[in-house]
C-alpha cells in the first residue's frame, strides 16, 4: 500500500505558516513510503529520517472511559443499592475518627457478585455471598494467610471465595462467622506497614484500594474513610493534636473578643474627641446618623 506525502508551494506557504508555524519547507517532495510485511522501520521512522520535511497526522485520541460502575457497585450489607448523588466535586471524601458519625454503611461488591466488602482504618471485613442452601458452619473451612484467603467447603470441595490480598494481614487477629442467613462472615485485621512506614501522619495509607490484587480499584470518594481504629499510638498522637487545635481555637477566640472590647473602646474615645471639638469650635455637635439627607444636600 502507497501514501502521498503532499508537498506545499511558495503561494500555500505564508498560509500555512500562519495557520500552523513553521512546520513545512518548500523544499518538500512526493514521496512513495513503502509499508509492506518486510519494511522493519514505520512510516514515522521513514519521514523523519528522510531529508524531506513532512506533516505527520497524528492518532486519534482513545475513547475508552474509566468506569468503575461496570465492575462494582455500591451496596447496603442486605445487597440494596446505593446511589451516592451527594458526592464532592473534586472527588474528595468525608473523614471520621468516630464510627458514630458514619451516615451510611455502604459496601462494594464485584461484578461477579460473589462477595461484598468494606473496610475502616484497621480492619476489613467480608461478606461470602455464594453458599449453598443447607451448608453447615462444620463444612466450612477458612484458610487466612498474611497475604491470601480461601474459603472453602469440606464436604463438597466448592471454594466461595479465593485470593491474594493487596496488603498483608494479621491472621493471628482475624475471624469468621456463618450466619443463619447463610453468609460468611470475615473480619479481617490488617498490618498497616504502609502507614507505620509513613510515620502514622498520612492516615490514607491504611486505606485499601482494592480487596484483592485481581480485583479492580474503587474510587476514593465511593465510601466515608472510617479511622476510628486507628492503632493506639496514632490515636494518641490524633487526640493530642485535637486537644491542642481545640486550645489554640480557644486562645484565639478570647483574643478575638479582647480585639473587638479594644476596638469598641477606641471608637468610644474618638466620638467624645469629636464632641469635645465641635464644642471648642462653638457649634454644637451632630452624629452623621442624626443628620437629616435635606440638610446635607442644601
Known amino acids: 500500500m502507497n501514501r502521498d506525502v503532499f508537498a506545499v508551494d511558495d503561494d500555500d506557504n505564508d498560509i500555512l505558516n500562519y495557520c500552523v508555524g ?95 466488602w468494606q473496610q475502616s482504618a484497621g480492619e476489613l471485613r467480608i461478606l461470602v455471598l455464594c453458599v449453598e442452601a443447607g451448608t453447615k458452619a462444620s463444612d466450612i473451612q477458612v484458610d487466612i494467610l498474611s497475604h491470601s484467603v480461601k474459603v472453602s467447603n469440606f464436604s463438597s470441595g466448592a471454594v466461595y471465595l479465593e485470593g491474594n490480598f493487596e496488603h498483608s494481614v494479621v491472621p493471628d487477629e482475624s475471624a469468621w462467622d456463618f450466619g443463619d442467613d447463610g453468609i460468611i462472615s470475615l473480619y479481617v485485621q490488617k498490618s498497616n506497614l504502609e502507614l507505620f512506614a509513613a510515620g502514622g501522619g498520612d492516615h490514607s495509607k491504611s486505606e485499601w484500594r482494592k480487596l484483592f490484587t485481581s480485583s479492580c480499584e474503587i474510587k476514593w470518594d465511593d465510601a466515608t474513610k472510617d479511622y476510628s481504629d486507628l492503632p493506639a499510638p496514632v ?34 474615645r474618638r466620638r467624645t474627641r469629636q464632641q469635645r471639638l465641635a464644642a471648642l469650635r462653638g457649634g454644637a455637635f451632630a452624629p452623621w446618623i442624626d443628620k437629616n439627607r435635606g440638610d446635607i444636600l442644601g
Open 22 to 116: 513553521h512546520v513545512v519547507e518548500k523544499d518538500v517532495r512526493f514521496e512513495d513510503i513503502d509499508v509492506s510485511a518486510e519494511m522493519g522501520e514505520s512510516i514515522e521512522e521513514r519521514i523523519f529520517t528522510s531529508n524531506s520535511k513532512a506533516v505527520v497526522e497524528a492518532s486519534r485520541p482513545t475513547m475508552e472511559m474509566d468506569l468503575p460502575y461496570r465492575t462494582y457497585k455500591l451496596v447496603r450489607a442486605n445487597g440494596i443499592p446505593i446511589e451516592r448523588i451527594e458526592k464532592h466535586a473534586f472527588c474528595m471524601a468525608r473523614v471520621v475518627y468516630n464510627n458514630t458519625e458514619i451516615q451510611e454503611d455502604v459496601w462494594f461488591e464485584p461484578s461477579e457478585g460473589t462477595h461484598r
Open 235 to 268: 490515636m494518641k498522637e490524633i487526640r493530642k493534636r485535637e486537644e491542642l487545635d481545640s486550645l489554640n481555637r480557644r486562645i484565639d477566640w478570647k483574643e478575638s473578643k479582647a480585639r473587638d472590647k479594644c476596638q469598641e473602646l477606641d471608637d468610644l
